[in-house]
């Protein structure tokens, strides 16, 4: 396992941040819960998956977490897109990935330990989709 690139502060668009355990999972997650929004969100690759002739990875993991709801929401980016799918819809969540908003479809939002546990199934598993939570195509 060689584990996961994030990009979720302007500093990490030059050198990304890299996660290689468990325990790195909950410091990133922690980081982004108590960021400068309220609703953060971060994107995540694994150094475990191939990078296209292009140079560019391909796949795309997008974590978004709301302090204030104690919630997030994942879009894994890879041959399809696909969201994570929850109990409740609060409409479009909307996250901030580097001073963008970036939307999360209604009924996406599940609770934050299981965004937890997603990203370190992602993690473990070398960039496969973690099997942990619900999944459902990403449409607006």
């Known amino acids: 396992m060689r584990g996961l690139e994030v990009?979720?502060?302007?500093?990490?668009?030059?050198?990304?941040?890299?996660?290689?355990?468990?325990?790195?999972?909950?410091?990133?997650?922690?980081?982004?819960?108590?960021?400068?929004h309220d609703r953060s969100c971060a994107v995540v690759y694994s150094l475990d998956r191939p990078m296209m002739p292009s140079g560019?990875?391909?796949?795309?993991?997008?974590?978004?977490v709301d302090r204030v709801a104690q919630?997030?929401?994942?879009?894994?980016?890879?041959?399809?897109?696909?969201?994570?799918?929850?109990?409740?819809?609060r409409g479009i969540g909307e996250y901030m990935l580097l001073g963008h908003v970036r939307e999360f479809m209604?009924?996406?939002?599940?609770?934050?330990?299981?965004?937890?546990?997603?990203?370190?199934e992602f993690l473990v598993s070398g960039g496969q989709i973690p099997m942990c939570i619900e999944w459902q195509t990403e449409e607006f």
């Open 7 to 36: 990009q979720f502060r302007p500093e990490h668009t030059e050198i990304p941040a890299r996660l290689g355990s468990e325990d790195d999972v909950d410091t990133f997650i922690d980081a982004l819960l108590s960021g400068q």
């Open 106 to 120: 209604p009924g996406s939002e599940i609770p934050i330990d299981l965004v937890r546990e997603a990203v370190k």
């Open 71 to 89: 919630v997030g929401a994942l879009t894994l980016a890879v041959d399809d897109g696909y969201v994570s799918k929850g109990q409740m819809d």
């Open 56 to 64: 560019y990875w391909d796949h795309e993991l997008s974590v978004g």
